[in-house]
């Protein structure tokens, strides 16, 4: 299967600075990446759809101007959370699709676990 | 009505028998279902996809799509401990390749 490569695994950082994600598709290009986060022992939520080449869209209630989103290359989107706090401690998963069968498979990044301290 | 449905659980099955996940949708003309397990605090990895109706075999695992019904389940042969874990299932509802539906997942507990 297609190979997501996500990175750093983990990170703290200071509440007030930012931190950035990286999420690259190691085997096939990707046009579309997705991100989600986790809190713990809660379902995925979907917080963007990355398009390289283009502007993010983000689901209603994500801040574009907090969760920045580059996707500049066709392997590689990354997110960048601005002005952290405590509360956006989380597992955040980045994910691409790769075509497969009669349409694409969504296959998924290692995830990144950040603590704001 | 959520595009995809799942029984949150927890199932609990012995060691050695089989685990039956459902999972239901709501649109009709959803072409592609996938399987996912997801491991406490690790990412969602693919276990299987399926497209046509009846029956996948990969292993242990089974999926079966009837699509007639908008159900699609994964069955789980001689379950193991290691197969303790939280399943999701996935659709693609086929207008656009890059929109997917997820379930709330089942958390399956198979115990020794």
């Known amino acids: 299967g297609a190979v997501v490569s996500q990175h750093p695994s983990w990170v703290i950082c200071k509440s007030g600075t930012s931190v950035k994600i990286e999420c690259r598709s190691l085997?096939?290009?990707?046009?579309?990446m997705f991100w989600y986060r986790q809190f713990p022992k809660q379902s995925l939520m979907l917080m963007a759809t990355?398009?390289?080449?283009?502007?993010?869209?983000?689901e209603q209630g994500v801040e574009k101007d907090k969760f920045l989103i580059n996707h500049a290359s066709l392997t590689l989107s990354t997110l960048t959370v601005t002005s952290a706090h405590p509360e956006d401690s989380s597992f955040y998963i980045c994910?691409?699709?790769?075509?497969?069968?009669?349409?694409?498979?969504?296959?998924f990044g290692e995830g990144s676990w950040l603590t704001v301290v | 009505q959520k595009e995809v449905e799942q029984n949150s659980g927890p199932l609990s099955v012995p060691e050695g028998a089989i685990a039956s996940l459902n999972c239901t949708y709501s649109?009709?003309?959803?072409?592609?279902f996938f399987w996912y397990r997801q491991y406490s605090g690790k990412s969602p990895e693919l276990i299987m996809s399926i497209y046509s109706n009846g029956d996948k075999e990969d292993g242990r695992f089974t999926a079966q799509l009837n699509k007639a019904s908008q159900y699609v389940s994964l069955l789980i042969r001689d379950s193991q401990p290691s197969d303790s874990a939280t399943y999701l299932c996935a659709v693609n509802p086929g207008y656009n390749f890059n929109k997917f539906y997820f379930g709330s997942g089942t958390k399956l507990n198979v115990k020794p």
């Open positions: 994910s691409a699709t790769a075509q497969t069968g009669p349409g694409n498979t969504i296959y």
């Open positions: 085997d096939f290009q990707a046009t579309t």
């Open positions: 649109d009709r003309v959803s072409q592609s």
């Open positions: 990355s398009n390289e080449g283009s502007k993010a869209t983000y």
